[in-house]
């Protein structure tokens, strides 16, 4: 369980323990340049959405825990353009049970079977839901762990990870949305590795799967996670290339979408939708469940389900409409390059 | 994992595999008259539920699994005075775990460690979500489960239980409302025992608590789950007592308040609750939960989710307002009588 949290007044340089800081190669540290690549994503996606929005504003909350570790937290709620977009990064130090602590590590010393491990992770959280139902959800997620050595194996390597993603979720297709969309992601994983995009891809489509439902809850993008199997400066690199592609496969699609004209039937199936996208969260996103068992900091948690969904009784779109081909997607995920 | 349900045309007298009918104590067995219960209770909520309403209907789907088994799934959506209301009964036949089954026998033989073990529930599940933001949301199970002796371990007795409960979810406090509520159901409780409300109306505080929150759902009622510790035929009266209770202790209310004049911000709030309800039911309800990961029948399971639902970031209600006043009771939870 994580300390509560306190609210502060003033935003520091960096949530990082001190310990962390004095450490001579600080400036250095991929954990200090993890945190400035996740603040300066969050400036950059906020200052485009407020553009783009022209109305709405950022609310920012600063927290920290006693022990160390903190995050900023940015709602836009109610705005012109967007009905609920949070922007969240959060550095965080905890302790992780031995179980979670092997399965990072797969492949090591299978005799090491360690007592709890402290961890440090730090990460950038968002999700946007635009109002007009032709405009589209999107959620983003780019994270680094850090494992420190077990205090009953002092020798033991230390783990890392990557993790993360950027993913759409439309309530209706526009192919040329989803092919810009996808391309974008598609080059920002070709400047590292011709098999990332396809594999991201898979890893995406097979992770926001609403297993009760049969159905994905979108129409993908990329995702990975425990990602320590190349050289961590690329993938560093590589993190903040995908945080960088956010603004550019987004706000083109939502700004020729906002002012879409719409009847009730397009809003009441965009609620339907982001029924289902509440259920995926709730019941099997992986971030969401551990920060609601673990007492993480709730409304950050929590600020990824939309303002309002809705759920009706057995709702089959009528086969071949609009709403079906949706559903057709969600459920056989297309290759849309 | 469950099969697959299949749709049926006609609804059968009922559910129980042909092999618990042949029995030749079929039509005194506990399963058959639990079965026989629960459907009248269904007949005679749905009928009450129309008849306030006034104008919306129930819509009626039956359901079998091939391997015995079924159910009757009652909706009513965008009524008058209900926005959406559900009454189900199901009638099951399963495997369980061994740990389940020792979990529902914990004074039994220790040694005995069975295989997986078939299992028999039969039970009446309800959600009814008024529109009006006076007038409560209520929610009643009642449910009998027997396990057969694990095919390793012949002798070993059969277990059973009885498990269930009704609860008021208001986004305001009319206390008489409340009260009224919680005199019913102590009403039915001191007819077999005058311990069985205090204890009930304590469970159901603890159950209904969305733990991440650090809340009660609503104001309670009575709860209670794995009961085999008093007479079998006592049990199977007081589930019914406690069905035949849900309408004089939830109807009277509704038909008062149902007309009351409301802005807005009531309507807001009211839909904030609701998404507590689905926080709830997601993330904690046993239910729920059990019946998303073995494949029960997700529509009838997911009908307890509101037609409409909402959150806002960091919302707290002004100190002292009637909005507060709930949030504090589902916090602190009160003796009503």
Known sequence: M?????????????????????????????????????????????????????????????????????????VLQDGVVFEKAGVNVSVVYGIMPPDAYRAANPTGNGNLAPGPVSFFAAGISSVLHPRNPFAPTMHFNYRY???????????????????????????????DDVKHFHSIQKSACDKFNPDFYPRFKKWCDDYFYIKHRGERRGLGGIFFDDLNEYDQEMLLSFATECANSVVPSYIPIVERRKDTPFTDRHKAWQQLRRGRYVEFNLVYDRGTTFGLKTGGR???????????????????PEQGSEEWKLLDACINPKEWL
């Open 2 to 74: 994580f300390e509560k949290e306190v609210a502060e007044a003033v935003k520091p340089t960096s949530f990082l323990r001190e310990s962390d800081e004095i450490a001579s190669s600080f400036s250095n540290s991929l954990r200090a340049r993890f945190e400035k690549m996740i603040r300066e994503a969050q400036d950059s996606v906020c200052s485009a959405i407020e553009a783009l929005d022209g109305a709405g504003k950022f609310k920012e909350d600063v927290w920290s825990r006693p022990g160390g570790g903190g995050g900023i937290s940015r």
């Open 298 to 316: 709730i409304e950050s948690i929590l600020v990824s389900l939309p303002l309002t969904a809705r759920w009706e009784y057995d709702h089959e």
């Open 145 to 175: 762990f850090e494992t420190d050595s077990p205090k009953d194996a002092p020798g033991a390597p230390r783990q890392w990870w990557f993790g993360g993603g950027t993913d759409l979720t439309p309530a209706y297709i526009f192919e």
